[in-house]
């Protein structure tokens, strides 16, 4: 490694040269850091192309997100109610922060309605002039909308309690469930993908994910008291319609059968991609269920492990077919 030249244009000890004279680990930084800004400013790519520009701090999205979950459940979600603290004043407080910092974040998002990728390739978005007062109506609307997700949590967590035999409070709910965990996250995620604000929603969406193993995307219209139990392995695209009093269990995947491509080959994003799952579906362990012109009618029961890829009418129980399961006796020498 001492003995090996890079071809660079300057260094911190050679000032402009065609080939580095430093060695060691002052020539190979040297190297690196040409050879990385040879593919910053590509064409095409969000983060290249804008090196240095503005993005939405997950640290602060994360902790605005940790605040309107302390506001939908105070003490129950994150931060710990103190005994004899007043309620009201804790989620004074975090509503307010949580309300700062989500207006901050938004204004360095909104700039990827006309700058991102695929608002490039769409090529209709036009710059805003007064971001930060987009910013601040953007999360006036957000904030209205918190009774209405509290109102579908708590049925949320009534479902819970009602669908699972093993859930002996609403506190053990809230505290230690990783399906409410990633609906609560979904419920607010959601909100704000339908004021259309960039890359927020996801970066919720995706802690959520990594947290729980619950894979829902914001975009996904669900209805009231929605139930996953054990959760591990769910996921929920994009295009998902659910209905109200569907429960799911783990391993569950509501995904697309394809990805349509336009006449440049780019995926078509704007088209129904996932399931619809009318009111009163139950979908049972490993089930897979695929497509946007798949609806799964009112009352219907998938069962464990089936794949499915068309509708179903009202009241239709699901199975897998043509399973045959053998059991025999060990002898003693085996």
Known sequence: MADERYPLKRCEDCDVREECACRGAAQLSCYVVEKLFESFGETGIDTPDEVGTPVPSRGRVLEALYCFMDVLFPGRMHTELEVDASTESFVQERLARGYRLLGREIARALPFRWTGAYARVKGEAAPDEKVRETAEVLANQFLAQLPKIRELLVADVQAAYYGDPA?????????????????????????????????????????????????????????????????????????????????????????????????????IKDIKRHPTLEENVVVYAGATILGGETVIGRGSVIGSNVWLGKSVPPGSTVTQGNVEVKVRRNSKEE
Request: charged residues 15%; negative net charge; hydrophobic residues 40%.
């Open 167 to 267: 859930a002996h409070t609403y506190a053990e709910i809230m505290l230690s469930y990783p399906g409410l965990q990633a609906i609560t996250v979904q419920r607010i995620a959601h909100v704000l993908y339908d004021l259309d604000v960039p890359l927020i929603p996801r970066i919720m969406s995706e802690w959520a994910h990594t947290t729980t193993g619950i894979d829902i995307h914001p975009g996904a219209e669900i209805g009231h008291s929605f139930f996953i139990d054990h959760g591990t392995g769910v996921v929920i695209g994009e295009t998902c319609e659910i209905g109200d009093n569907v429960k799911l269990y783990q391993g569950v995947t509501l995904g697309a059968l394809s990805f349509p491509l336009d006449e440049e080959g780019n995926p």
